[in-house]
T-cell receptor, first 110, second 114 residues
Framework: SQKIEQNSEALNIQEGKTATLTCNYT??????LQWYRQDPGRGPVFLLL?????KEKRKERLKVTFDTTLKQSLFHITASQPADSATYLC?????????FGQGTELSVKP | KAGVTQTPRYLIKTRGQQVTLSCSPI?????VSWYQQTPGQGLQFLFE???????NKGNFPGRFSGRQFSNSRSEMNVSTLELGDSALYLC?????????????FGPGTRLTVT
């Protein structure tokens, strides 16, 4: 069956450290993969998009990797800050439909 | 530019009733998608409209329908409401006519079915 799995547990890290979130998928062949941030009570906010032929994408303190062989994407936040605390969602573009993972709740402690 | 707006923000309905939710996309965006978000199932794709035509559809029963108007505004309708339809309904618009469709989400409509 088709599945998307993100870090099952919430992630707690210390301010200044690098947060690494994982997104693994099975039985999908996405052409694109996207990452979103969602704060409680609000809609998700688009962060980054990476294409299947790209290995890595960066934007300020954010970095995304996409390994279509391992069927995995890693999302890194460097020099993390308490303001980065939120739920992060990965989304696979499958035939034009966005299929979202369950999300990983990140908490950055001062 | 103003963001995606959704009305109403909160709604309480009774089982068996029907409901219509409204979405105004970001100016210039022609693609509008709808999603359902619940604690158990997460964020699930309902359908996507582009130029007044449904271009993509998720795996939801026919009780869920939508439409898009010539000004790109969209509505979704849920008929014969069930308790399980209680959820946050999110509308999103995309600046691109073709893939990839990065999504700009509205704040959502919180629907409670009693």
């Amino acid at each position: 069956s088709q599945k998307i799995e993100q870090n099952s547990e919430a992630l707690n890290i210390q301010e200044g450290k690098t947060a690494t979130l994982t997104c693994n998928y099975t039985n999908y062949s996405p052409a694109y993969l996207q990452w979103y941030r969602q704060d409680p009570g609000r809609g998700p906010v688009f962060l980054l998009l990476i294409r299947e032929n790209e290995k890595e994408k960066r934007k300020e303190r954010l970095k995304v990797t996409f390994d279509t062989t391992l069927k995995q994407s890693l999302f890194h936040i460097t020099a993390s800050q308490p303001a980065d605390s939120a739920t992060y969602l990965c989304a696979l573009d499958v035939g034009g439909k966005l299929i979202f993972g369950q999300g990983t709740e990140l908490s950055v402690k001062p | 530019k103003a963001g995606v707006t959704q009305t109403p923000r909160y709604l309480i309905k009774t089982r068996g009733q029907q409901v219509t939710l409204s979405c105004s996309p970001i100016s210039g965006h022609r693609s509008v998608s709808w999603y359902q978000q619940t604690p158990g199932q997460g964020l699930q794709f309902l359908f996507e409209y582009f130029s007044e035509t449904q271009r993509n559809k998720g795996n939801f029963p026919g009780r869920f329908s939508g439409r898009q108007f010539s000004n790109s505004r969209s509505e979704m309708n849920v008929s014969t409401l069930e308790l399980g339809d209680s959820a946050l309904y999110l509308c999103a618009s995309s600046p691109w006519d073709d893939r990839p469709y990065e999504q700009y989400f509205g704040p959502g409509t919180r629907l409670t079915v009693t």
